[in-house]
């Protein structure tokens, strides 16, 4: 079964503290690898995709970078508006495709 | 640009009425998703289709149904609605083939009393 888990559930930053979250996962047939970032109340919006082991994508403070089974997203000297829901997705190939969602990482930073 | 619009936004149904939420996309996409997500949780695939005419269960699919008979269109029905189907759920599109981003509409905040 195609499986997809994030951690940790919740992380609390301080405004400057780098860290890392975590995203495992368990498919049949991987053709990429998705972050996007969610807001209360509002649909995810799309951050990387990555498509094989050793690939690393960057955006602003934000750096993905993807294993043959885990994914990292890395945030260096996270801002306050960095505070988000940040969900991994990976696109399955079942004769069509498909894509399934992590539990998702609730980032807090703190002024 | 429309991009993929739901509605409606917020319903509230009574134990055993049916209901359909409505999703359109102008992208031309040929893949389309239906997700709901609960408080504080992740997304759960409900159905998908790769095109019109073909539609596959995903990870929750029991007590919905879905048609793609166009390619903007991807309906979801609720028959006989349940608590546990107090949800907001999403619509996506996607072009198709390998990594594609998906594209989501705003949600449709559905609750059962």
């Known amino acids: 079964e195609d499986q997809v888990t994030q951690s940790p559930e919740a992380l609390r930053l301080q405004e400057g503290e780098s860290s890392s979250l975590n995203c495992s996962y368990t498919?049949?047939?991987?053709?990429?690898l998705f972050w996007y970032r969610q807001d209360p109340g509002k649909g995810p919006e799309f951050l990387f995709t990555?498509?094989?082991a050793g690939e690393e994508k960057e955006k602003e403070r934000l750096k993905a970078t993807l294993t043959k089974k885990e994914s990292f997203l890395h945030i260096t000297a996270p801002k306050p508006e960095d505070s988000a829901t940040y969900l991994c997705?990976?696109?399955?190939?079942?004769?069509?495709?498909?894509?399934?969602f992590g539990a998702g990482t609730r980032l807090f930073v703190k002024a | 640009n429309a991009g993929v619009t739901q509605t409606p936004k917020f319903r509230i149904l009574k134990i055993g009425q049916s209901m359909t939420l409505q999703c359109t996309q102008d992208?031309?996409?040929?893949?389309m998703y239906w997700y709901r997500q609960d408080p504080g949780m992740g997304l759960k695939l409900i159905y998908y289709?790769?095109?019109?005419?073909?539609?596959d269960k995903g990870e929750v699919p029991n007590g919905y149904n879905v048609s793609r008979s166009t390619t903007e269109d991807f309906p979801l029905r609720l028959e006989l609605a349940a608590p546990s189907q107090t949800s907001v759920y999403f619509c996506?599109?996607?072009?198709?083939?390998?990594?594609?981003?998906?594209?989501f509409g705003e949600g449709s905040r559905l609750t059962v009393l």
């Open positions: 289709s790769v095109g019109a005419g073909i539609t």
């Open positions: 498919v049949s047939g991987l053709r990429g």
């Open positions: 996506a599109s996607q072009a198709g083939g390998r990594g594609g981003e998906l594209f």
């Open positions: 990555l498509y094989s």
């Open positions: 992208m031309n996409h040929n893949y």
């Open positions: 997705a990976v696109q399955v190939n079942t004769g069509g495709f498909k894509t399934i």
